[in-house]
């Protein structure tokens, strides 16, 4: 039921591509999905979010598309750049400052 | 700001001893949380604190884990006795009481136990 399904587990694209990362949840009392970004010996940090309301959220060159019935979302990347090379992890809580669930992450190479 | 800060960065040590990491969280942020990274199992939650009260501990794996918040703008993880299988980075996180929880990644400390 805690469950964050993330796929694929590496994805390397060429520069300017489009890459895309999927989640895939269970649990229905989840509310609000954030995407973390994390590069190699810092923390993750919060890029992108969205509740499910809505089916599409955008902030600069990042996307998130939502499927509630399908209890699916995605991270689009844009024009994708090598510093964009990074680890992404999607995430799912029900709501307030309950913790957030983990997906295993996707380790994203932009090549020149 | 200084943003969630850690220590050690790196710590090894040797199965059997003591290792206590220690966690600054942002100042004004009433939530805590500690998360494990490894390979096999991404980001896991081990225990999470409100207002220095821990809300769920679950995750910990086991006796040899504690964990510790004495005041606001401290907490400390520790294993006692340490063995090789609990290498890993620990993350410390913090975030502030409201509708939306962004949480605030600290550096993290990498452990190593040989």
């Known amino acids: 039921q805690q469950q964050v399904k993330q796929s694929p587990q590496s994805l390397i694209v060429q520069k300017g591509g489009i890459p895309i990362i999927n989640c895939a949840y269970e649990n229905t009392a989840f509310d609000y999905f954030p995407w973390y970004q994390q590069f190699p010996g810092k923390g993750p940090a919060l890029l992108i979010a969205?509740?499910?309301?809505?089916s599409e959220k955008k902030e600069g060159r990042f996307t998130i598309s939502f499927n509630k019935s399908a209890k699916q979302f995605s991270l689009h990347i844009m024009d994708s750049q090598p510093g964009d090379s990074a680890t992404y992890f999607c995430?799912?809580?029900?709501?307030?400052?309950?913790?957030?669930?983990f997906g295993k992450g996707t380790r994203l190479s932009v090549i020149a | 700001d200084a943003g969630v800060i850690q220590s050690p960065r790196h710590e090894v040590t040797e199965m059997g001893q003591e290792v206590t990491l220690r966690c600054k969280p942002i100042s004004g942020h009433d939530y805590l949380f500690w998360y494990r990274q490894t390979m096999m199992r991404g980001l896991e939650l081990l225990i999470y604190?409100?207002?220095?009260?821990?809300?769920?501990d679950s995750g910990m794996p086991e006796d040899r884990f504690s964990a510790k918040m004495p005041n606001a703008s401290f907490s400390t993880l520790k294993i006692q006795p340490s063995e090789p299988r609990d290498s890993a980075v620990y993350f410390c996180?913090?975030?502030?009481?409201?509708?939306?929880?962004?949480?605030?990644f600290g550096p993290g400390t990498r452990l190593t136990v040989l």
């Open positions: 969205i509740r499910p309301d809505v």
């Open positions: 996180a913090s975030s502030i009481n409201g509708l939306y929880n962004e949480q605030f």
């Open positions: 995430a799912a809580s029900s709501g307030g400052n309950t913790p957030l669930v």
């Open positions: 604190f409100n207002n220095n009260v821990p809300i769920d």
